[in-house]
């Protein structure tokens, strides 16, 4: 997510303010040292508390408030359900049930999608906006692995996968993906579980 939010700006904006609170606070003699050394250690103290409280508000803040998600990107966490549709070797359309687990923060998206022939884990993933329609996309490459014990046991290929997210009583991933192994079909996903709210890491 940090090509989204300019993480850089906000925490130079931040470390300014806790300067400037700090300054204040030597103006209005609120350490009030006999040696300016002395007050070092407490400066320190400060500067570090209001630092790791902005983060930390930054980080309710968006995870709390669905309007500022929209304004950055929608929380995506929690577990999802649906299908895959692709054609098989014989050109018959199948759909396949899947699953999949995410963990969403304000820095990064790790997306865990299982059928009961493979897993599938993000390698890497960007997340897109358009401004003018408040649409948003997710583009995330992954790696599949063949469970143990079905045909092709072992075997892992990487795919990317474009999905959209629509807005709704419950929110919708729907896209496409294609493999290195020339494969491609459809992927459907429904929310069914969102994170606990107090989760800020999940």
Same mark, same amino acid.
Not at 130 to 154: M, Q, S, T, W
């Given at each position: ?38 007050? $070092? ?5 400060w500067a570090s508390g209001l630092s790791i409280g ?56 790790? $997306? ?21 329609f408040d649409r948003y996309r997710l583009f995330y ?18 795919? $990317? ?11 919708? $991933? ?29």
């Amino acid at each position: 997510m940090l090509h989204l939010l300019p993480i850089r700006l906000l925490l130079t904006v931040f470390a300014g303010a806790v300067v400037v609170v700090v300054c204040l606070g030597f103006y209005v003699e609120l350490f009030a040292p006999d040696d300016p050394l002395d007050a $070092l250690p407490r400066l320190a103290r400060w500067a570090s508390g209001l630092s790791i409280g902005a983060i930390v508000a930054l980080y309710a803040l968006w995870r709390w408030v669905p309007a500022i998600q929209l304004a950055i990107f929608p929380y995506l966490g929690g577990s999802w359900a649906g299908e895959v549709r692709y054609f098989d070797e014989n050109g018959v359309e199948k759909a396949k049930p899947v699953e999949m687990e995410a963990k969403h923060t304000l820095f990064g998206i790790r $997306l865990l999608l299982e059928s009961d022939e493979s897993s599938s884990e993000t390698l890497a993933v960007h997340a897109e906006k358009n401004p003018d329609f408040d649409r948003y996309r997710l583009f995330y490459i992954y790696l599949n692995r063949r469970h143990e014990g079905v045909k092709g046991a072992g075997e892992a290929y990487r795919g $990317l996968a474009i999905v959209r997210w629509t807005k709704g009583s419950i929110p919708v $991933l729907e896209g496409d993906y294609f493999t290195e192994t020339e494969r491609r079909g459809r992927l459907l996903l429904k929310r069914t579980k969102t994170n606990p709210a107090w989760k800020l890491w999940r």
